[in-house]
Nanobody, 126 residues
Framework: QVQLVESGGGLVQAGGSLRLSCAAS????????MAWFRQAPGKQRAMVAT???????NYAETVKGRFTISRDNAKNTLYLQMNSLKPEDTAVYYC????????????????????WGQGTQVTVSS
């Protein structure tokens, strides 16, 4: 049974920072690609950042240069450092684990699994 628990969300002013954490059961962080997604009101859930077993990362264009995904295999925890936050970053943030990836020249595609956390709300005020 995979359990994912997100934390670290909150209310922050534009330009501020937050660090999200996703604590996972077992060794799923070490053994699997993982990702952060977000869902704003009235919108579909969208990928924010992904990280493979080897540490390769991908980011949505809207967060490149501002967000950093990382993981601590010893702690079975996935992180998302969010800097220079904007009001449009307001959403519920979810972590995803146990996904599959397909590699191609110059990158990879991430296919989310059915394992999701409960989400953590991030609200950025202008």
């Amino acid at each position: 049974q995979v359990q994912l628990v997100e934390s670290g969300g909150g209310l922050v002013q534009a330009g501020g920072s937050l660090r999200l954490s996703c604590a996972a059961s077992g060794s799923i962080v070490r053994d699997n690609p993982m990702a952060w997604f977000r869902q704003a009101p009235g919108k579909q859930r969208a990928m924010v950042a992904t990280i493979t077993n080897s540490g390769a990362t991908n980011y949505a264009e809207t967060v490149k240069g501002r967000f950093t995904i990382s993981r601590d295999n010893a702690k079975n925890t996935l992180y998302l450092q969010m800097n220079s936050l904007k009001p449009e970053d307001t959403a519920v943030y979810y972590c995803n684990a146990g996904a599959s990836v397909t590699y191609y020249s110059g990158g990879y595609s991430y296919y989310p699994s059915g394992y999701w956390g409960q989400g953590t709300q991030v609200t950025v005020s202008s």
